[in-house]
């Protein structure tokens, strides 16, 4: 029976899990800690913040690590990370916004100009592609929760841009700088 433990694969499995949600909550504790440094550390008056500490929730990350990211922000004064946007054309001339976070400018810079010739594409000057994108918030909510009159006369009265419904769910799209005000009239 080498070999047939119960015990073993339930280990082997949660080892895998624990390590997938230990790199997200670094990244998100990350985000956090710079959205925290950037502002104030109120997320009701900075909305980096807010929008990074819900993104946290989203993935169950436990409260004790945000606050443990945000007191970061004020423990480590010359440890600067930099947000970074990186434009350029993947195959077939797909033009290619990155947001980055990072520490290191160059090695970042690098790392992504490698990825782009890999895979056929160009990284390109600033400005070259985000001309083609438009930046929007998207909020998805199940069907079941509300009927279709009902979402596009709430999503009107709280500003936003359209509304959608398919089978699964309701589709609202706001303006990006509109999207906490939206959301929280829509959760009212």
Known sequence: MAGHSHWAGIKHRKGRADKQRSKIFSKLSKEITVAAKLGSKDPDMNPRLRSAIQAARTVN????NVERAINKSEVNKNLNYNSMLYEGFGPEKIAIIIEALTDNKNRTASNIRTIFQKFGGNLGESGVASHQFEQLGVIRIDKKK???????????????????????????ITKKNNFYKVKVEIEK
């Open 61 to 64: 990350m436990p409260k004790d």
């Open 146 to 172: 509300i009927s279709d009159n009902n979402i596009l006369e709430l999503s009107i009265n709280a500003g936003a841009e359209d509304c959608k419904s398919n089978d699964i769910f309701h589709e609202i």
